[in-house]
């Protein structure tokens, strides 16, 4: 682990606070220079000067370059965290699916686009995903959620299968609840399906950490996922029925 983190340039993007600023936090521990972004520029602040880190605040879709630059113009982690829990369902404005869409796929494809052709060049390059547990199974109560996760999956798949040939690692981290803004930011349909199991943003950094060490794509904060998503494969309708009696007990409560 030394030899991957020690004296790495790393960028994690939504790091003002949650899962991002705890991955910050875990590489800079590590030995890591770290570029912390988020759209709040004095809590990225905040967590760059507690790390001595790079604040660099903006939109996460445009600051491959600045978070270049400001590592001396090489960056060799991108964790693409920022994220947004949009819910909703089918009639959920056009503007919220357009927003989730362009935060929770977009701008991991951006910064991909921005990052691959020197990491190719080079033979080596390290893209973290923080995707969700509803990128592989789904969530109640959060149509533009569930279904941008599971592009933001499908990206981190397909820039696996088609570049580890040519040195890049590729994380997916994919955990259920996690106490954080977000999640409080829920409602019902989290404190029914997430609270209960829900686990601190630290836990998610120890989860990539040893994903790392081991060399796996898909990172499971959560090791029940595994069975959740193994049971989907296998009889898919048993387990939207399964899913259907959470929504219906999840209407008669809110």
């Known amino acids: ?23 910050a936090r875990r590489f800079a521990a590590e030995g890591a220079r770290v570029v912390v972004n988020d759209l709040d520029a004095a809590r990225a ?13 903006g939109d ?3 600051i491959v370059a600045e978070a270049r630059a400001a590592l001396g113009g090489t960056v060799d982690v991108y964790c693409a965290n920022a994220g947004l829990a949009s819910g909703g369902s089918e009639a ?4 919220v699916w357009a927003l989730a869409w362009d935060v929770n796929v977009m701008a991991h494809v951006r910064a991909a686009h921005e990052l691959l052709p020197e990491w190719l060049e080079r033979g080596s390059g390290r ?11 789904t969530m109640i109560g959060a149509a533009p959620y569930s279904v941008t996760k599971h592009g933001a999956y499908a990206f981190a798949e397909w820039l696996s299968l088609t570049y580890r ?12 609840g996690v106490r954080t803004d977000m999640l409080a930011g829920t ?24 994903g790392i060490d081991e060399d796996r794509f898909l990172i499971l904060p959560h090791p029940e996922v595994a069975e959740y ?6 009889d898919p309708d048993r387990w939207l029925t399964n899913m259907n009696h959470i929504q219906q007990k999840w209407e008669t409560t809110r």
């Open 1 to 23: 682990m030394v030899g991957v983190v020690q004296g790495a340039g790393v960028v994690v993007t939504g790091a003002g606070g949650g899962i991002g600023a705890a991955l």
């Open 45 to 57: 602040g905040a967590v760059a000067d507690e790390i001595g880190g790079i604040a660099v605040p």
């Open 60 to 62: 996460a879709s445009g």
């Open 92 to 95: 959920a404005d056009e503007k």
């Open 127 to 137: 893209f973290v995903s923080t995707v969700s547990a509803a990128g592989l199974l």
């Open 165 to 176: 040939h040519r040195g890049l690692k590729v994380h997916a981290i994919c955990p259920q």
């Open 187 to 210: 409602g019902s349909a989290g404190d029914l399906v997430l609270a209960p199991t829900a686990i601190e943003p630290e836990a998610v950094a120890d989860a990539l950490f040893k």
């Open 229 to 234: 998503y193994q049971a989907r494969a296998a």
